[in-house]
């Protein structure tokens, strides 16, 4: 019984990438590899800030000390940075005032993936700031926005327009010497999104950001930065689908999120790029850095991520609670199939007295598959009646993939109570038989009884948001979309 | 004929549970299979449905003159045949609402019929919880989860309710019930009697056909049905007990 289940849990989630197309954009690139002059190739282009120049030659230079964590729990091949492409651009010959004057390509690769940008506009009241192969190929409602006094661009735009914020606040979050990947970063990054909420504004839209890797060979890096001044609130998504490659693609982002007191930052991801094919040959590697400090006290910020795709995961969306009252938050669903590998979580880092920290992890692992949760909770010894919950699910479809937990707690003081919980189960053949008994088939069962296991973390994700990471849960596990 | 199972061999790794049985069920029928513990009629229930675990050695089983055996677990239902769980599994986080418009979505599909929109789903939701007797706030949880025994067989029925099936097969859905929710069971089944469909009622107690009338008893022993008749062979049973079977089949 046992392995007629497997056999048929392997036929469904054995399934390749439903997105994997490659749209045909003329694209400007840097020269391969990676040396002072890559660095200082980017800055030009970027027309940079002499201090912007000084931060990714630091960066650089700190980065050639470093080496490659191997900690995590995952078999990464050696990655050959002379062989990466550190910038690439789409041409663009004058500056685009509409969306008639984009790209027609780049449109409908958009609409491709469902994203169209017109229709955003028109009718749900995102904001979208899309980027393409690194650069911001057009931001909507920037105007709208501008009256609040939120600046939402380019991170490029940012450090044109706004240098002094981007130069406060950058780095001060993940310093260039954080990591190995987040040196790299530092160095080389190209582009990515800015984010700066004035003091008392809520922002009335959800701010989203599709990113996507284009061209071939393209290592992309990303950078965002989202400051949130006093009693500031606003929910900034992010949400990602890669074309199919055959080699592996680099993907090394640092997100910074700064939220001052009173202030609440709620950050979504749905990530779903390229997964490698059924054999394990291509995929993206992501290695993410992602941090938040919530500064002032009761401010708040929340990561909400719904990981289906890379080949290669490694990514702690994390918390620095220095704020007395403050608050974090960390749910997230990481899917992993085929020979997908997964290593991700949180870190909760308690400074501040009465600070209060939520983590509900759930991994779904299928066919060849191997998914970690990675968790850190530190208590310092003045974050005095602090707290902490800890739920971390492991779900297994068949029985060829792995599922782990690693959390580690740290509690410095004696007035604070961190609590966690773990379990692991599996799709049992009895709830399938009851849902193909009703007349659903296999696929959409499993679909159902994943997005039921994953309610949790779902329902945090803004509508627009949630709708599509369903989907997303579905496709990553089936034969078939929708 | 709505179902006809002919000379019907079933087995579960190698073992033979199912030893040649024969049953006619035809359209406005409700039947009675009545027996002792493990002789085969969750069995009966589960080969009809289509469970892959059981292997079908020999025999046949006919639904609307289709041969079953080609059809996949999925398709029966969406030809209409219902299963009532004796132990109805937990799906959690999925709701009611989430799985049963799912499922009525596909058996509508496979008819060629439009998908009911969501608004349309909650207004005949309400009107199968008013015929069910349901009160509670059943429809927003997940499927059967934290229920009580009751309220798991309450929302069999409802399901049933529901999808409105042709040949519904009820799998000791009396077990465990208190009298209350027995007779909210019996009397689902009888508001959903019509000329059209039929009904399988397995059980191993009488009680349940003081509430649902049936048209034919039988007894199944040994993987065989060895007795039919009317209901009056219920009440038999009740007064002899099945030690009457088991000497009837020894001698």
């Known amino acids: 019984m046992e392995s007629e289940t497997n056999k048929i849990l392997g ?76 910038y690439a651009a789409p041409k663009r010959k004058t500056e685009l005032k509409s969306l008639e004057a984009v790209d027609p390509e780049l449109l409908a690769t958009f609409n491709k993936l469902g994203i169209s940008l017109e229709e955003q506009k028109k009718l749900s009241g995102v904001a979208v700031d899309a980027v393409i192969d690194s650069v911001s190929v057009k931001t909507t409602f920037s105007e709208t926005l501008s009256k609040y006094g939120i600046i939402f661009c380019s991170f490029s735009d940012a450090v044109q327009k706004h240098p002094e914020l981007v130069k406060q606040y950058m780095g001060s979050v993940v310093p260039y010497t954080d990591n190995y990947f987040a040196a790299l970063n530092s160095a080389v990054f190209s582009d990515g999104s800015f984010c700066y909420i004035p003091k008392g504004v809520r922002c009335p839209v959800e701010l989203s950001t599709y990113f996507r890797i284009n061209a071939a060979n393209t290592g992309q890096f990303e950078r965002t930065l989202i400051v949130a001044e006093e009693g500031a609130y606003v929910s900034y998504m992010e949400g990602c689908t890669a074309p199919q490659r055959d080699e592996n693609q680099l993907h090394a982002a640092i997100v910074e999120i700064v939220a001052l007191k009173d202030a609440e930052v709620k950050y979504s991801t749905v990530q779903n790029w390229y997964p490698g094919d059924k054999n394990g040959i291509g995929g993206i590697y992501n290695f993410v850095t992602k941090r938040g400090i919530c500064k002032g006290s009761n401010s708040k910020i929340s990561w909400t991520q719904v990981e289906t795709g890379s080949a290669i995961t490694w990514k702690y969306p994390s918390c620095i609670l220095l704020g007395d009252h403050s608050v974090g ?25 009465n600070t209060r920290s939520t983590i509900i992890s759930k991994g779904i692992s299928a066919g060849k598959s191997n998914n970690s949760y990675r968790g850190l909770v530190r208590i310092s010894k003045n974050a005095v009646n602090s707290r902490n919950y800890s739920q971390c699910d492991s779900l297994l479809l068949g029985s060829g993939c792995g599922a782990h937990t690693f959390p580690y707690i740290e509690a410095g003081n004696k007035s604070s109570i961190v609590e966690h919980e773990a379990t692991t189960s599996k799709i049992s053949e009895d709830q399938l038989f009851y849902c193909q008994q009703r007349g659903i088939d296999m696929e959409s069962a499993i679909g159902l009884i994943v997005n039921g296991y994953a309610r949790e973390v779902l329902k945090q994700l803004p509508m627009e948001f949630a709708v599509e990471a369903q989907k997303l849960l579905s496709i990553s596990l089936e034969g078939s979309v929708g | 004929m709505l179902l006809s199972v002919k000379n019907l061999h079933a087995s579960i ?17 409700i039947h009675a299979i009545m027996g002792p513990n493990g002789t085969g009629k969750s069995t009966l229930a589960s080969v009809i449905a289509g469970r892959e675990v059981f292997e079908i050695t020999s025999g046949e089983i006919l639904y609307k003159g289709k041969d079953l055996q080609k059809l996949s677990v999925e398709e029966r239902a969406r030809e209409g045949i219902f299963m009532g769980f004796q132990y109805p599994v937990e799906i959690p986080g999925v709701s009611i609402t989430n799985f049963m418009r799912t499922a009525l979505n596909e058996i509508r599909k496979y008819s060629g019929l ?53 040949l519904a097969i009820l799998d000791e859905t009396d077990s465990g019930l208190d009298i209350d929710a027995l007779r909210i069971v019996a009397n689902g089944v009888n508001k959903l009697r019509r000329p059209d469909n039929a009904f399988v009622v397995i059980t191993h107690y009488q009680r349940l056909l003081d509430y649902i009338v049936p048209d034919f008893v039988h007894v199944l022993f040994e993987g065989r049905i060895v007795k039919s008749g009317g209901k009056e062979l219920a009440f038999e049973l009740e007064e002899k007990g099945y030690d009457w079977i088991k000497k009837e089949q020894e001698a």
């Open chain 2, 114 to 166: 439009d998908a009911l929109s969501g608004g349309e789903f909650l207004k005949l939701m309400e009107e199968k919880k008013k015929l069910v007797e349901i009160t509670s706030n059943l429809t927003n949880r997940s499927v059967n989860e934290g229920f009580s025994g009751g309220e798991k067989k309450k929302n069999e029925i409802f399901q049933m309710a529901i999808l409105e099936p042709m």
């Open chain 1, 329 to 353: 938050e960390f749910y997230s669903v990481a899917v992993t199939n085929n020979h997908q590998q997964a290593d991700t979580g949180t870190k909760m880092l308690h400074l501040g007295k």
């Open chain 2, 13 to 29: 790794h190698g073992k033979e549970i199912l030893k040649g049985v024969n049953l006619e069920v035809d359209q406005g029928e």
């Open chain 1, 11 to 86: 036929e469904v989630t054995g399934t390749d990438y439903k997105y994997g197309f490659v749209s045909d954009i003329e694209t400007e690139f840097a020269p391969r590899g990676l040396t002072e002059d890559t660095v200082r190739y980017i800055s030009l282009k970027k027309n940079e800030p002499e201090f912007l120049l000084e931060f990714r030659l630091k960066a650089f230079r700190h980065w050639l000390t470093m080496t490659q964590p191997q900690w995590a729990h995952l078999s990464i091949a050696p990655i050959d940075f002379q062989d990466i492409i550190f």
